[in-house]
Every structure is written in C-alpha cells, then in structure tokens.
C-alpha cells in the first residue's frame, strides 16, 4: 500500500518561526524534508500559460515550495494523477524519484523553490512522456 509512488507524495508544513518581525521558515536537510539537500533552484516569471517540468528523475527528489504567490503541481505515475496547490510560503510538496511532474498555473508574483536530493546530472531525466509511460510498463490494454 505505502509503495504506491502516488501514497508517497506527501505536503509539509514547516514551522513558522513568526513574531511581530515577521515570519522565518527553516528547511534542515534529513531533517524537514526527507533527504540531504544537494542543490536548490528556484523558478520565477514563468506566464499564466506555461507548463513547466513534465518530467520524471531516476535518482532525484524534490521538495516544492512556493515561497512567494502560487502554483500548481501535477504528478502522476502513468496511471493515476494528483494535484497539489502550493499557495503557502510554509508549505511544502514532496516529490519522490521515478514521479512524472508538470508545474503550472503559476501566479504573476510565483517563486517557486525547488529542493533536490541530487546535483544536476541531464542524464538523469526522462522527459518523454511514452518513455516514461514504457519504463512504468504502463500500456493500453
Ligand atoms: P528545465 O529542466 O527545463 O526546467 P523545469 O523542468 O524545471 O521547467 O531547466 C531549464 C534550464 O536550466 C535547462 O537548460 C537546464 C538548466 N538547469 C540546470 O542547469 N541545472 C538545474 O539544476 C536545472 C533544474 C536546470
């Protein structure tokens, strides 16, 4: 049941370390999120209309945060799909390896901060969907 690589698609929410200053949010790596953090990137002035992602990692994972305005994240493993709004700066999607994901929906003002497991290797990425669909052994039946 819990290997469903849907199931393991979670949300977390960080501590708001708020007080009249304002609110700082602290990710440890192992520690609130579920792997040791090898790199961050972030995505900004990305149009209403723009699909972003559509693909899946052999060997990463990621965590999503919007930090700042909002999005859309959809994952898939080929055969059923979710849904995840991030629409909270302390809010957090985790994303495991082999998940198909395609962020969209993004709002004017979206930062989108996107942790990894992994430094950047293009190797690692599949980014054709039937691929992904055969290396799934999803097929029509
Ligand atoms: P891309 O994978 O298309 O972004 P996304 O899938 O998140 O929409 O990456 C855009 C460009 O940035 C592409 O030329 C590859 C490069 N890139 C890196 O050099 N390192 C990285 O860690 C990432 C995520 C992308």
């Known amino acids: ?65 919007n930090v700042n305005g909002t999005s859309k994240v959809k994952v898939t493993d080929g055969r059923e799909e979710k849904v995840i709004v991030l629409d909270k700066p302390y809010m957090g999607v985790y994303l495991p390896k082999m998940i198909w994901k395609e962020m969209y929906d993004f709002s004017k003002d979206s930062v989108l901060l996107c942790l990894a497991s992994e430094v950047y290797d293009s190797n690692e990425y599949i980014r054709s969907y039937s691929d992904y669909l055969k290396e799934m052994r999803v097929t029509d039946e």
Do not use: W
């Open 1 to 65: 049941m819990g290997t469903r690589l849907l199931d393991q698609v979670n949300t977390l929410e960080f501590k708001q370390n708020g007080d009249d200053r304002g609110h700082l949010v602290v990710i440890e790596g192992n520690k609130d999120i579920p792997f040791a953090l090898a790199r961050i990137f972030y995505i900004y002035g990305s149009g209403a209309d723009v699909v972003r992602g559509c693909h899946a990692n052999r060997r990463s994972e990621f965590v999503l945060v």
